[in-house]
Nanobody
Framework: QVQLVESGGGLVQAGGSSRLSCAAS????????MGWLRQAPGKEREFVAH????????LYATSVKGRFTVSRDNAKNTVLLQMDSLKPEDTAVYYC???????????WGQGTQVTVSS
């Protein structure tokens, strides 16, 4: 089992920055892909970014590329999402999730709200 707990988020003005943190615990994460996904009101959950736990390889959705940065701190078992140049359309509940190369996301955090005011 993997436990994921997000923190951060809240209310931020458009153009501002916010940082989300995901504390991971449980079984070894060395083969995991750690993702951030978000769900806005009335919309489907969508992929934001991911980082591989072992190699630190990253992937971003087109909508956030160049504005968001995902990283991991192996020593602290933490995954970070630095969000810059935030837009109102970034408003959503953000989830930290984990999967392997061969599975879908099967471990989820509880989610944290990010609201960007215009």
């Amino acid at each position: 089992q993997v436990q994921l707990v997000e923190s951060g988020g809240g209310l931020v003005q458009a153009g501002g920055s916010s940082r989300l943190s995901c504390a991971a615990s449980g079984r070894t994460l060395s083969n995991s892909i750690m993702g951030w996904l978000r769900q806005a009101p009335g919309k489907e959950r969508e992929f934001v970014a991911h980082v591989t736990w072992s190699g630190g390889n990253t992937l971003y959705a087109t909508s956030v590329k160049g504005r968001f940065t995902v990283s991991r701190d192996n020593a602290k078992n933490t995954v970070l999402l630095q969000m810059d140049s935030l837009k109102p359309e970034d408003t959503a509940v953000y989830y930290c999730a984990a999967r392997t190369e061969f599975t879908t996301y099967n471990y989820w955090g509880q989610g944290t709200q990010v609201t960007v005011s215009s």
